[in-house]
């Protein structure tokens, strides 16, 4: 089993920064990814971020490139998301996830409110 554990969310101003952290615990050697969902109120979840273990290579959704970075800590087994430039339409939970053998594992989520 892994354990996420999501932390940083809060409330920001438009324009401000965040960074939200998804520590990982339990069998996080069978982990191949690790990234972010959001959902917003009425809305689906929808991706946000994705960072791979090995290489570390990563991809984000169109809404969020150039204003969010996805890093990682191999050491912590931690995964980050680095929020600049936000929009009231960040507004959401995030969602930590990993890819642990071929399946989604999720985090608790954390509340993201950006204000106009």
């Known amino acids: 089993q892994v354990q996420l554990v999501e932390s940083g969310g809060g409330l920001v101003q438009a324009g401000g920064s965040l960074r939200l952290s998804c520590a990982a615990s339990?069998?996080?050697?069978?982990?191949?990814?690790m990234g972010w969902y959001r959902q917003a109120p009425g809305k689906e979840r929808e991706f946000v971020a994705r960072?791979?273990?090995?290489?570390?290579?990563?991809y984000y959704a169109d809404s969020v490139k150039g204003r969010f970075t996805i890093s990682r800590d191999n050491a912590k087994n931690t995964v980050f998301l680095q929020m600049n430039s936000v929009k009231p339409e960040d507004t959401a939970i995030y969602y930590c996830?990993?890819?642990?053998?071929?399946?989604?594992?999720w985090g608790q989520g954390t509340q993201v409110t950006v204000s106009s």
């Open positions: 996830y990993a890819v642990v053998d071929g399946r989604f594992k």
């Open positions: 339990g069998r996080t050697f069978s982990s191949t990814a």
């Open positions: 960072i791979m273990w090995s290489g570390g290579s990563t």
